[in-house]
């Protein structure tokens, strides 16, 4: 079970080094319930490592972390069992139908027969796919397939999803769509942590905080920070904070 508290994700103090690099240096930050948190940060910043991390994908060197309640040094298992995941590549098995790939998916979180049909028709039925559900998963467009990529990894009913650039190498029309079916899951108490390199969308996040060599140089509501920095545009305030 979640603890009863506001906050699905609490990190403090988190440093992760890979002999004498230091890959997160000291990251404290937390997130709240149905929060659509932004993470952004330039290559190499330290995201895509932290994000392991909560994920129960690595091991901190030190640091305390939470994720839907659960420790991060004794309980990755509960962890990996509360968090959906998406990627760039979208992690849809091309050759398999669109049922086919949800069974799947809803096999290795445990899921019953029953349970996958059930959501497996809910969530088509919400994306309006529900006529293509034997279809061969490379015959879809695009932006069909990133829209199941996502209800694919929220298929067991996860406390947090996590994106990790989910919106790379497709169109603004369709990445605007994307974000509704974001807008859509975090209005029925979804938490969604997100990375991105379009400045467009970390206006769309509640909360975001952008990395620099490692650390959190800035963490605030996109509006606070446009204001703090006297800048007009995130695109702005991102590339003040890489330059310094």
């Known amino acids: 079970m979640i603890h009863d508290t506001q906050y699905i994700i609490e990190v403090e103090n988190l440093v992760k080094k890979f002999g004498s690099f230091v890959a997160n240096d000291n990251l404290t930050f937390s997130v709240k319930k149905?929060?659509?948190?932004?993470?952004?940060?330039?290559?190499?910043a330290g995201k895509t490592t932290a994000m392991k991390i909560l994920c129960g994908l690595s091991h901190p060197t030190s640091g305390k972390v939470k994720v839907a309640g659960y420790d991060i040094y004794t309980q990755k298992?509960?962890?990996k069992q509360s968090i959906g995941y998406m990627s760039q590549k979208f992690s849809l098995y091309e050759e398999l139908t669109v049922y086919e790939n949800f069974r799947f998916y809803g096999g290795i979180y445990?899921?019953?027969?029953?349970?996958?049909?059930?959501?497996?028709?809910?969530?088509?039925?919400?994306?309006?796919?529900?006529?293509?559900?034997?279809r061969i998963i490379n015959t879809l467009p695009l932006g069909w397939k990133q829209k199941l990529a996502f209800s694919v990894a929220v298929i067991h009913r996860p406390a947090i999803v996590f994106l990790d650039e989910p919106t790379g190498g497709v169109d603004p029309i369709t990445r605007r769509q994307f974000w509704d079916l974001i807008y859509d899951n975090a209005s029925r108490g979804l938490t969604v942590f997100v990375t991105t390199h379009y400045m467009d969308e970390a206006e769309y996040c509640n909360r975001l905080s952008i990395m620099v060599d490692g650390k959190i140089k800035a963490l605030d509501t996109p509006q606070g920070m446009k204001s703090g920095m006297g800048c007009a545009t995130?695109?702005?305030?991102?590339?003040?904070?890489a330059r310094n």
């Open 110 to 134: 445990g899921m019953t027969r029953l349970d996958i049909q059930e959501q497996t028709t809910q969530l088509l039925s919400r994306l309006g796919l529900s006529q293509y559900r034997n």
């Open 77 to 79: 298992e509960k962890i």
């Open 34 to 44: 149905g929060e659509i948190f932004g993470f952004l940060g330039a290559n190499g």
């Open 234 to 241: 995130m695109q702005d305030v991102f590339v003040a904070l």
